[in-house]
């Protein structure tokens, strides 16, 4: 096995700078929608030429592209950090959706799940669904386990988890950070109503 190459510090810079466009980005689509929301809006929140922010993406659908592709490759490493642990797994299915929960009401992932795919180029729409494919078949590995192993009911494994997941995608147009409940409160609320909802 390969070791992995380091990064210079400049690559770390360059990469911690893409991540604060990116966030950026998707708050600004938030406030504006993505439609409203020009390159120069974007450049004037991180202080940088448009020149300089060409740099880092090629244009405004690419930027909304990455803004998709990070969400849900951090959802993508919280499930593998989830199915690697040691937690039963019933645990394990009620920690996923708390994290997805806890995923979904940051900032700019809201901003950037208000913004639909569909906005987006055919190719660029492609690969935002498969990422988001993976995602959901480790999803129903994580259900099904809990499935296998609890009292639940063990029909339409994949129909429940389309439930699941629809509930939760829904939370960000709804959710308010000034709300009563927290992220994580309310991924264990939600945690305690669909789990108990699928037990036989």
């Not at 380091?6 to 700078?17: L, P, V």
């Not at 913004?115 to 180029?121: C, G, W």
């Given at each position: 096995m390969k070791n992995p190459v380091?990064?210079?510090?400049?690559?770390?810079?360059?990469?911690?700078?893409k991540d604060q466009l990116i966030e950026s980005a998707a708050r600004i689509f938030f406030k504006k929608s993505y439609e409203k929301a020009t390159m120069e809006d974007i450049s004037n929140e991180l202080l940088l030429t448009k020149g300089s922010l060409y740099s880092y993406i090629k244009s405004?659908?690419?930027?909304?592209?990455?803004c998709h592709m990070k969400a849900i490759r951090m959802g993508i490493r919280d499930l593998i950090e989830i199915t690697n642990s040691d937690l039963p797994a019933e645990v394990k299915l009620r920690e996923a959706i708390i994290r997805h929960v806890e995923l979904i009401t940051k900032e700019f992932v809201v901003g950037t799940l208000r913004?639909?795919?569909?906005?987006?180029?055919k190719h660029m729409r492609e690969?935002?669904?498969?990422?988001?494919?993976?995602?959901?078949?480790m999803f129903l590995k994580i259900l099904r386990e809990a499935i296998k192993t609890g009292p639940f009911n063990k029909d339409n494994a994949k129909m429940i988890a389309y439930a699941i997941l629809g509930a939760l995608n829904w939370i960000p147009r709804w959710y308010s950070a000034t709300g009563k409940f927290s992220p994580t409160q309310i991924g264990e609320i939600m945690a305690d109503y669909l789990i108990g909802k699928i037990k036989s």
């Open positions: 380091k990064k210079t510090f400049r690559q770390i810079r360059y990469d911690e700078k405004k659908e690419d930027l909304l592209f990455q913004q639909q795919e569909f906005l987006l180029p690969k935002v669904i498969k990422e988001r494919d993976k995602f959901e078949r």
